[in-house]
């Protein structure tokens, strides 16, 4: 059992950067690969980053790729999501979650276990 708290969310103008965090419970975060995601009102979950068990391999979607950057610690037990350049039309709700550390990063939904509660990102333009 994994429980998850992201943070570092708000209201930012576009061009701007934030950072949010995932904090996770347990000792077996080193574990799990790391994922984030994102929902904008009226859409679908959708595929930000992840990033493996060890640190040493992630992926992004092609629309932040450059942009942002994700990283753990696993000592800390945390993931984190670095924003920068950021657009009006990143603005979701942004979810950590932890799936399984299988060799082949999950960009969907369902390769991810357990979720957190979300963290609101604002981008004014």
């Known amino acids: 059992q994994v429980q998850l708290v992201e943070s570092g969310g708000g209201l930012v103008q576009a061009g701007g950067s934030l950072r949010l965090s995932c904090a996770a419970s347990?000792?077996?975060?080193?574990?799990?690969?790391m994922g984030w995601f994102r929902q904008a009102p009226g859409k679908e979950r959708e595929f930000v980053a992840a990033i493996n068990w060890s640190g040493g391999n992630t992926n992004s979607a092609d629309s932040v790729r450059g942009r942002f950057t994700i990283s753990r610690d696993n000592a800390k037990n945390t993931v984190y999501l670095q924003m920068n350049s950021l657009k009006p039309e990143d603005t979701a709700v942004y979810y950590c979650?932890?799936?399984?550390?299988?060799?082949?990063?999950?960009?969907?939904?369902?390769?991810?276990?357990?979720w957190g509660q979300g963290t609101q990102v604002t981008v004014s333009s």
């Open positions: 347990g000792r077996t975060f080193s574990t799990y690969n």
């Open positions: 979650a932890a799936g399984p550390s299988t060799i082949r990063i999950g960009v969907r939904p369902t390769d991810y276990t357990y």
